[in-house]
C-alpha cells in the first residue's frame, strides 16, 4: 500500500462523525423509500378495485335499463292482449289449496298461478311465460319474475327453476314461502302512492349458491287495485371471480345523496374497507367490503421483491450505523499478540477449578523453588511442609507419604509433570476426615438397619397384641342385636381386617410369607369375593358387576387365597371412594400369554389424588379417602401390590378427577391342563344343552353376563325383540319384577345367593355363577313337576269335559284359528285386533266351563292394555299349549 492511500484511510478513520451521519441518512431515506413503495402498492391496488367496482355498477345499470323495458312489454302488450281461440285447452294442476301449476310443453320456464282466478289470467300467464322462454332460453343461471294482477288479486310466479318439483316435494316449501314474501312487498309498494319502481338489497337463493335483487314496479288501474310487477335479476355472472360474493351488497340511497353519480368513493370501516359505486339509474348504491388484512397482503405480495430488497438495504445501513457509533476499543500503543485473551481466560478457569477441589493441591517448581498453582487447602498447610524432603521421601515410597501436622494426619501423593520434569504435583488428602466420615456412614447404616429391624418387631408384635382383643370384641359384638350391634359388628370385622393386613405384611416383608399352590377355577373365586362384597355394596346403593371373560370351568394354578386377598381389598377401597354408581370387576387373558390373567376393578367415583396413589410403594404414606362410614386403609395399594409381586405381576393404578378410578392388576396363573376324558364329556353334553333361554334384560351389560353364563353351560339365548311370534322357550329371565307374571327367575345384584319367592318363581344374583346356575336348574324341575301334573290330571278332566260338552268338533275348527290370528296380531302389534280376538276365546272358554283357558285369557286381556310385548307373546304360547294339550 503507497504512502497516499494509508494517508487516505487514516484520515478517513477520524472522521467517524460524518460517516454515522451518513449512515444514519441512509437509513432514513430507506424508511421513507419504504413508506413511499407501500403507499403506491396501496394506492394502486384501491384503484384498480374501485374500476373493478364501476364496471360492475355500469353492468348492473345496463340489465335494470333492460328489464324495465322488458317490465313495461309485459304489461303494456303480452299481458294486456286478448286472448285466442287457441288457448282454450289450456289446462292447469292443482298442485295444493290456492296453488295451481300451468301445464306447457317442457320448455325453459315453469309457472304457477296462487290464489283463485278465471281463465284470462290462465292464458296471459301462459303469454307471460312464453314471451319469457324466448327471453331466457339461453341463460343458464335462475330467473324468476312475479305478477301480481290487479283484476282478481291472483299471483303468476314464472322462473326457470323446477317449480313443479319444489312445491310438490316439502309440506311447507320454500316456494311457497317465497311467494308470500314476494306478495307482502308488493302489497306494501302497491299501497304507496308516491313510488312507482323499488328495489329489494341483495339477497342469496336458498336452492343455489346464486345472489339476486328484486325489482318491483307498480302500474295503477283506474277502478281495480294496483298491478305490480317484479324480477329477481341475478347477479353472479357480473362480479368478478376475485371478488367474495358475500362482501358484496346494495344499500339504498337517499335523494340528497345522488348528486354524485359516476363516482366511487373509499370509506374505512372498522377493520374494514368499504368501495362504493352508486347505480345511475336507480336508488342504489354497490358496495364492497375489503378486509384490511386483504388489503395489506395483496398489495405486499406485488411488492414483495423490492419491499425484501429494501429491508436487506436497511439492516445493512443499521448495522453500519451501530459498527461505526460504538467502536471496539483498540490499544494503540502496546498490540496484543495473537491468542493472548484465550489464554488469559484459560489461566482464570484452571484456577478457578483447582480453587473448587475438596483437595489440597500443589504445584511446585523445584528449580525455581517456586509455588506455580495451589489452592486456599494448601496455603494453609504449605508454611508447616518442607517440599524437599517430602519429594525425597516420597519417591522412596511410591509416590505416597503420611504426614502429621498439628495432630492431624495427611496422606501426601506426588506426581511429576511430564511436561516440566522437575515440576512436582502435591495432593493432599486429610485421613482423619475421611475416618471421620466412613465411620459416620456405617453408624448411619447400622442405626437403619436397627430401625428396619425394631419396625418389623414393632409391627409384628402389634399385630399380635391386637389379635386377641378384636376377637373377642367380634365375638362379643355378634351377640348384641338392633342396629347399634350390627353396626359393631361391621366396625369389629373392619379391625381383624385390618389387623390381619398387618401380620401379612410382616410376614411379606421377612420373606416368612409361604403362598399355597393349589387348582381352583376363577369364576368359582369370583362366586365367593362377590357375597363378602355385598353388603358393604348394598350399604352404599351402589351396583357390582362383574365380567369374566373367560371360560366358566377353566381352572388355573396358582395361590388362590393371595389373589381372594388383593380383590376383596381393592373392592372394599373402591367402595369407600365411591358414592354413587357401579364397580365393575372386569377378568381378561392376555393374548400374548395364556397363563397372563388381567383383572380390572373399574368404580364410578370421584377418583383419587396422586399423592394417595403414592401408598403404592410405601404404606401409609400420604392420607386416604373417606367417606360417612370409614377411612380407606392406607395399607391397601402397598400390600397389594407387595402380593402381586409374589404372584409374578403387578398392580397399576389410573384416576380421573371426577370421573373415577381403574385398579389394573396383572398376575401369573398357569393354565390347568383339562384330562382327555373330561374334555370329551364336556363336548359330549353340557348342563343345559337344548335348552332355550328367554333373557328379558334391560341393561346390556347385565344381558351380556347372563348371557355368557347361559351360553357357557350349553343353553341357547334369546331376547324378546330376537323371539319369533311361535317360538317357544324353557326358561324365562328377567330383572324386572314385573315382567315375572308366571314362573321364571328374577335377576338381581343385591341378592347373597338364591332364594323362592313364589311358586315357580326364583330370584338369584347374576354375579354368581352359582345362583343363577341352581336358580335355572330349580326352575326346570318345577317346570317338569307342573307339566307331568298338568297332563295328568287337567288333561283328562278338561279333554273329557270338552268331549262330553258335544263342542269337539266345533272346538277343533275354530279355536286353533283363532290362536294362530293372535300370533299373527301380536307380530302387527295390533292391539285392537289382539283384544277382541281375546275376548272371544275367553267366551269360549267360559262357554265351555275350561277355567284355566278362561283365566289366560284374562291375563292376557290385561297385558294387552298394558301393551307389554314379552308378556303378550308369552301368555299366547301359554295359550296356545293349553289348547294343544285339550286336542
Request: with cysteine; charged share 20%.
Amino acid at each position: 500500500m503507497s504512502k497516499a492511500d494509508s494517508s487516505f484511510f487514516s484520515k478517513f478513520s477520524l472522521m467517524p462523525g460524518s460517516i454515522t451521519r451518513f449512515f444514519l441518512l441512509l437509513v432514513i431515506m430507506l424508511l421513507i423509500a419504504m413508506g413511499v413503495l407501500v403507499q403506491s402498492a396501496v394506492t394502486g391496488w384501491l384503484k384498480n378495485k374501485s374500476y373493478q367496482v364501476a364496471d360492475i355498477s355500469h353492468l348492473l345499470e345496463k340489465r335494470i335499463e333492460t328489464w324495465r323495458y322488458t317490465t313495461w312489454q309485459i304489461y303494456d302488450n303480452i299481458a294486456a292482449a286478448q286472448g285466442s281461440d287457441q288457448n282454450n285447452g289450456l289446462q292447469e294442476t292443482r298442485l295444493r289449496q290456492d296453488v295451481y301449476y300451468l301445464e306447457k310443453p317442457r320448455r325453459k320456464t315453469e309457472a304457477l298461478i296462487f290464489g283463485s282466478h278465471d281463465s284470462d289470467t290462465l292464458e296471459m300467464a301462459q303469454r307471460i311465460s312464453g314471451y319469457l322462454d324466448a327471453l331466457w332460453g339461453a341463460e343458464n343461471i335462475p330467473w324468476s319474475m312475479y305478477y301480481l294482477n290487479g283484476q282478481d288479486n291472483s299471483m303468476i310466479m314464472i322462473s326457470t327453476l323446477p317449480l313443479k318439483d319444489l312445491t310438490a316435494g316439502f309440506k311447507e316449501s320454500g316456494v311457497e314461502n317465497m311467494v308470500d314474501l314476494r306478495r307482502a312487498e308488493m302489497l306494501q309498494q302497491a299501497n304507496v302512492l308516491d313510488e312507482r319502481e323499488s328495489f329489494s338489497a341483495l339477497r342469496q337463493s336458498s336452492w343455489q349458491n346464486s345472489y339476486y335483487f328484486t325489482l318491483r314496479t307498480t302500474f295503477n288501474q283506474p277502478g281495480h287495485l294496483a298491478t305490480v310487477v317484479a324480477f329477481d335479476l341475478p347477479v353472479n355472472d357480473l362480479i368478478a371471480p376475485d371478488m367474495p360474493l358475500n362482501s358484496i351488497r346494495l344499500d339504498p340511497v337517499a335523494s340528497g345523496e345522488r348528486k354524485s353519480t359516476g363516482s366511487v368513493t373509499v370509506s374505512f370501516n372498522g377493520t374494514r374497507i368499504d368501495i362504493a359505486s352508486p347505480v345511475n339509474n336507480s336508488q342504489l348504491r354497490l358496495v364492497w367490503q375489503v378486509p384490511t388484512g386483504m388489503l395489506l397482503s395483496q398489495s405486499l405480495q406485488s411488492i414483495a421483491l423490492p419491499l425484501l430488497l429494501n429491508i436487506l438495504l436497511l439492516m445493512m445501513a443499521m448495522y453500519g450505523y451501530i459498527r461505526f457509533r460504538h467502536p471496539q476499543a483498540r490499544p494503540v500503543a502496546t498490540p496484543v499478540a495473537p491468542g493472548q485473551g484465550e489464554l488469559q481466560t484459560l489461566r482464570a478457569l484452571n484456577e478457578e477449578i483447582v480453587a473448587q477441589l475438596p483437595l489440597g493441591l500443589l504445584v511446585h517448581d523445584l528449580d525455581a523453588n517456586r509455588t506455580v498453582i495451589s489452592n486456599k487447602i494448601a496455603d494453609h498447610l504449605l508454611p508447616h511442609l518442607n517440599l524437599q524432603n517430602i519429594a525425597s521421601l516420597a519417591d522412596q515410597h511410591q509416590g505416597v507419604i503420611q504426614a502429621t501436622i498439628n495432630n492431624e494426619l495427611y496422606e501426601i501423593r506426588q506426581y511429576r509433570s511430564q511436561i516440566a520434569p522437575r515440576t512436582q504435583i502435591f495432593v493432599i488428602r486429610d485421613q482423619d476426615k475421611e475416618v471421620l466420615v466412613n465411620k459416620k456412614l456405617k453408624q448411619a447404616q447400622r442405626l437403619y438397619e436397627k430401625n428396619q429391624a425394631g419396625r418389623a418387631s414393632f409391627m409384628e408384635h402389634i399385630g399380635e397384641a391386637l389379635k386377641a382383643p378384636t376377637l373377642r370384641l367380634a365375638n362379643q359384638a355378634s351377640q348384641l342385636s338392633g342396629e347399634s350391634g350390627s353396626a359393631l359388628v361391621s366396625t369389629a370385622e373392619n379391625i381383624i381386617r385390618l389387623v390381619q393386613e398387618i401380620q401379612l405384611l410382616n410376614a411379606l416383608e421377612a420373606d416368612a410369607w409361604e403362598g399355597e399352590v393349589q387348582r381352583f377355577t376363577l369364576q368359582a373365586l369370583v362366586d365367593e369375593v362377590v357375597p363378602e362384597v355385598l353388603p358393604a355394596i348394598r350399604r352404599k346403593g351402589l351396583q357390582l358387576l362383574v365380567n369374566n371373560h373367560l371360560a366358566a370351568g377353566a381352572a388355573r394354578h396358582g395361590d388362590r387365597e393371595a389373589l381372594r386377598t388383593i380383590l376383596l381389598m381393592l373392592i372394599h377401597y373402591a367402595l369407600v371412594t365411591t358414592r354413587i354408581g357401579k364397580i365393575t370387576l372386569e377378568i381378561d387373558q392376555d393374548a400374548s400369554s395364556p397363563e397372563r390373567l388381567t383383572f380390572r376393578i373399574i368404580d364410578t367415583g370421584n377418583g383419587i389424588n396422586n399423592d394417595e396413589i403414592d401408598n403404592l410403594h410405601f404404606p401409609f404414606f400420604s392420607p386416604t379417602s373417606s367417606d360417612e362410614q370409614q377411612q380407606a386403609n392406607g395399607l391397601t395399594f402397598y400390600l397389594c401390590n407387595q402380593l402381586a409381586r409374589k404372584l409374578g405381576g403387578h398392580l397399576n393404578i389410573k384416576s380421573r378427577d371426577q370421573l373415577g378410578t381403574r385398579y389394573t392388576l396383572h398376575v401369573n396363573m398357569p393354565v390347568e391342563a383339562p384330562q382327555a376324558e373330561e374334555e370329551t364329556g364336556d363336548e359330549q353334553e353340557k348342563l343345559l344343552d337344548d335348552v332355550i333361554a328367554m333373557v328379558d334384560v334391560t341393561a346390556n351389560e347385565v344381558r351380556h353376563i347372563v348371557t355368557r353364563l347361559l351360553e357357557s353351560w350349553g343353553a341357547s339365548c334369546i331376547t324378546p325383540d330376537e323371539r319369533l311370534a311361535s317360538q317357544e322357550f324353557d326358561v324365562f329371565l328377567t330383572d324386572n319384577p314385573s315382567n315375572l307374571t308366571a314362573s321364571g327367575v328374577l335377576l338381581s345384584d343385591d341378592e347373597p345367593g338364591m332364594r323362592k319367592i313364589g311358586e315357580g318363581k326364583f330370584c338369584a344374583n347374576f354375579n354368581i355363577s352359582s345362583a343363577v346356575q341352581e336358580a335355572v336348574l330349580q326352575l326346570i324341575e318345577a317346570q317338569l313337576s307342573e307339566d307331568i301334573q298338568v297332563e295328568t290330571v287337567s288333561g283328562s278332566d278338561e279333554s273329557t269335559q270338552l268331549h262330553a260338552s258335544g263342542y269337539y268338533a266345533l272346538f277343533a275348527d275354530t279355536v286353533p284359528e283363532d290362536v294362530g290370528r293372535l300370533y299373527n296380531e301380536a307380530a302387527s302389534s295390533d292391539h285392537a285386533a289382539l283384544a277382541q280376538t281375546a275376548h272371544r276365546l275367553k267366551g269360549v272358554f267360559a262357554m265351555l266351563n275350561l277355567h284355566p283357558g278362561k283365566q289366560l285369557c284374562e291375563t292376557l286381556e290385561q297385558h294387552i292394555r298394558e301393551k307389554d310385548a314379552p308378556a303378550i307373546e308369552k301368555y299366547i304360547s301359554d295359550i296356545d299349549g293349553y289348547v294343544k294339550r285339550l286336542l
